[in-house]
């Protein structure tokens, strides 16, 4: 069966500081993948999502960024983070365009 | 309009009665619906599909209605352990990729 796996948990970061979040998905090939971000209270952003290897597109202009080195490695960085980069961050996978989403069970970031 | 709308709620219903949810969502062209739960500070679940003909999984019964471009959500019996927010999901047809949209959600309380 397939799993996602996003870590870290929780990160408390300095504004400024650099950021990598990474995720990883077993059990499958070639899956699209995605970043979102849901600040407190609010709706699930989509920030990147990923067709294959290499593959970014970018929803929202902003000072993060995304990559995928491997089929089923993606990585969400920052060079330096702003205050409003806080939220919850979460990893998914879906098998084709029109299929449900998998998410990880997410990184709490908080930046101060 | 937003692509997809849901009243947040909160629905405060007593333990064993119905309760229903409506969703908007402003493309005509949406080929996937679904319906995600998501606990407090969780990632969000894969509840169910939304299928043309409508479909039921236990005690969730899920509706599509295209002319008027809504998807529900019924719960019968209402258990404790039903209390969370409810997420509606689009797809809209992009030819590539996967633009999943989240509605914000709409909370549930299920009460004694």
């Known amino acids: 069966s397939q799993t996602i796996h996003q870590w870290p948990a929780t990160l408390v970061q300095p504004v400024g500081s650099p950021l990598s979040l990474e995720c990883t998905v077993e059990g499958t090939s070639n899956p699209n993948l995605y970043w979102y971000r849901q600040a407190a209270g609010r709706g699930l952003q989509l920030l990147f999502y990923s067709v294959g290897i290499g593959q970014i597109s970018s929803e929202v202009p902003q000072n993060l960024s995304a990559s995928r080195p491997q089929d089923r490695q993606f990585i969400l960085s920052s060079k330096k983070l702003l205050l409003s980069d806080s939220g919850f961050y979460l990893c998914a996978w879906s098998v084709r365009w029109n299929s449900p989403l998998h998410f990880g069970n997410g990184t709490r970031l908080t930046v101060t | ?112």
Not at chain 2, 25 to 36: E, K, L, P
Not at chain 2, 55 to 65: K, M, P, S, V, Y
Not at chain 2, 66 to 81: E, P, V
């Open chain 2, 1 to 112: 309009r937003k692509e997809v709308e849901q009243d947040p709620g909160p629905f405060n219903v007593p333990e064993g009665a119905t309760v229903a949810f409506n969703c908007t969502y402003s493309n005509s062209a949406s080929q996937s619906f679904f319906w995600y739960r998501q606990d407090c500070r969780k990632e969000p679940k894969l509840l169910m599909s939304v299928y043309s003909s409508g479909n039921e999984d236990g005690r969730f019964t899920a509706q599509l209605n295209r002319a008027s471009q809504y998807i529900s959500l019924l719960i019968r019996d209402s258990k404790l352990s039903d209390s969370a927010t409810y997420l509606c999901v689009v797809t809209p047809f992009t030819g590539g990729g996967n633009k999943l949209t989240f509605g914000t959600g709409t909370q549930l309380k299920v009460e004694l």
